[in-house]
């Protein structure tokens, strides 16, 4: 194999310059498709697209700029552009190319001295960290790369009923096409998970062009299997009382060429007008292109390719450039990685996109009132891990229709609500994409993994022939967020000042109204005088707790951390619905942190019992989504109890509770969950405190941030 030789030849870096050639060119009499000639690393999918590349000047030296040369302001280096999910970017290249023997181990040109395409190999391999992963890929996912464009699959044995339109607009906005005959069967790389019959999912394993003979093979008709063609244009001419619809190809080769109707002298070109021969013809400018019908087309092509363009790569005709809406996330596990429509326990929480459509397509003749939709979803930076084992992950989307509403759907909307339209397969490619044509309304968009906790970033496009507007739902009061700005005071130049260490705790207690107290803005280490309930008034519970703090906290009637231990795990074990092996230390600690009003690092008994009541209102909560009473919730259901708890978060921080609280099985246990909410509870209160004007906003120094966050 290619591999097996590669690792057999010793190998080296030359300069181009002087090391492997005396009279260097970067490009010769302009590029083409013969200036691509495959070495020993397994790209033949991306050297397929830059030969695709060639046939369109103008988007080939956005790729390659065309003013570097060996010659005139040489400098050793070169430099390319590529579309990296959703920015273009530039990628620069010394001249140094891997050799064998003093011969090139890689691409090359049949031009000895013309070095254009070895150095965007070598540019290409640089954006994805090696060579090596480049090894085995998709020609759509190059054709992206170069374009920034989004890339469509039809199998022309299934293709839509209204093909003709979707290409006719296509070639409008100056979308690249291309079509194939392949050797048998589907021609799709990946493997793919689709529905089967009673709902399962079977996985099918599909392949490109199989061998080197299939390649060389041709139809009856005079076409190429395994070979691409572009699509030029498409034409409709009168045939007596009846319009015939025309496709006019490329073959890239020359020389081998259709010989059915409507090939060079066929007799179907006598039964036009001799105006429509004559305008036919003239577009016919390369002896490499030939008009076909399209029924023909249909039935004797496989597959059909399409590279969509977005406005800023066409920097054109704006009036038939799509509409375009661009979202990046990811998918985190036990938090936002829920998993395909088969896991509706978890699959509300993947990340949700609302999109609406506004207008019906500009298209009189389909007598429908329907928005043409294409959504692309984009795992990012898989290949540049492959080293490190990541493959891509399987991946598709769902969508539905819904009242448009601002917050996250929960879980009971997918329970109950089919979707509207979603991908055909889940597929382990980089890009899933699918076309769809819905009525004007609001939708909401699920990219999702096929299995939950699998983590991935993503990019999310949508295009539309219309307006559309498109935007990430928000968790409820998601766009309430804390913002914190940190700064450090300009220094003062009249004298030297010290900071003095703030007690945040008395700060933080103002923000505590549970706790009622007289004195707070006196001295701050004074012990506030507490309105304590008499022993007759209290309920049996507190009397217990009274008589077992009575024992632990002495003469000062107050408790340190490890003392609190005692007393909350001694009450627990007495519940005997919980499970779980007491409170950690470390949670103590937040306790005290979260009561302390003083800044002593002890409770007294009011503000224990205050925190036993918090801890009450919460443990409610835990039962009630522990649902199979093992005393530990789902990671994915935390985001619902801290919502029943009153706390306000965003996406982001539901991600970091996941990631900080859950064990390796994705649960919480009851320690951890009142840890995290007293946690939240004492930032919230803290924050509250300092928020002097309610805006919002609050201003700390570095010593300020310090003391708030250690003491927490």
Known sequence: TQEHRLKNKQTNKQKIRKEICENPQFIVDGANRTDICQGELGDCWLLAAIACLTLNEKLLYRVIPPDQSFTENYAGIFHFQFWRYGEWIDVIVDDRIPTCNNQLVFTKSFRNNEFWSALLEKAYAKLHGSYEALKGGNT??????????VTEYFELSNAPADLYGIMKKALQRGSLMGSSVDVSGRKHPGTVKRHGQNGEMRNVLLCQVSSASSMESRTEQGLVRGHAYSIIAL??????????????????WGWVLWKGPWSANSKEWSTISTADRENLKKQTVETSEFWMSFEDFKRSFTKLEMCNLTPD???????????????????????????????????WTNPQYRLQLYEDDDDPEDGQ???????????????????????????????????????????????????????????????????????PGAYVILPTTYKPHEEGEFILRVFSEKQNTSDCLMFKNDSFILSVLLFTPP???????????????????????????????????????????????????????????????????????????????????????IKTDGFSIETCRSMIALMDTDGSGKLHFQEFKHLWKKIKEWQLIFKRFDKDKMSSISSFEMRNAVNDAGFQLNKQLYDIIAMRYADEHLNIDFDSYICCFVRLEGMFRAFKAFDKDGDGLIKLNVLEWLQLTMYS
């Open 140 to 149: 759509l996912e190059a054709m992206e790369d170069f374009t920034g464009g």
């Open 235 to 252: 034409e409709e001419v009168r045939l007596k009382d009846t319009k015939i619809r025309l496709i006019r190809l490329r073959n890239p």
């Open 313 to 347: 790569t066409l920097q054109g005709d704006e009036r038939n450039s799509w509409t375009v809406s661009v979202h990046e996330g990811r998918w985190v596990r036990g938090s936002s990685a829920g998993g395909c429509r088969n896991c509706p326990d978890t699959f």
């Open 369 to 439: 009132v329907v928005c043409t939709v294409v959504v692309a979803l984009m795992q990012k930076g898989r290949r540049m891990q492959r080293h490190k084992g990541l493959k891509f992950l399987t991946i598709g989307f769902s969508i539905y229709e819904f009242e448009g509403q601002d917050q996250h759907l929960a879980k009971d909307f997918f329970l109950y609500t089919a979707s509207k339209a979603k991908c055909k397969s889940y597929i382990n490619l980089r890009e899933v994409t699918e076309r769809f044509r819905l009525p």
């Open 491 to 577: 220094p003062q130049h009249t004298h030297t000042h010290t900071h003095q260490p703030i007690v945040f705790v008395s700060d933080r207690a103002r923000a505590n109204k549970e706790i009622e107290h007289e004195g707070i803005q006196g001295d701050r280490k004074k012990k506030p005088k507490l309105k304590l309930l008499q022993p007759e008034e209290e309920t049996e519970e507190e009397k217990n707790f009274r008589a077992i703090y009575k024992q632990i906290a002495g003469e000062d009637m107050e408790i340190c951390a490890n003392e609190l231990k005692t007393i909350m795990n001694n009450v627990l074990s007495k519940h005997k619905e």
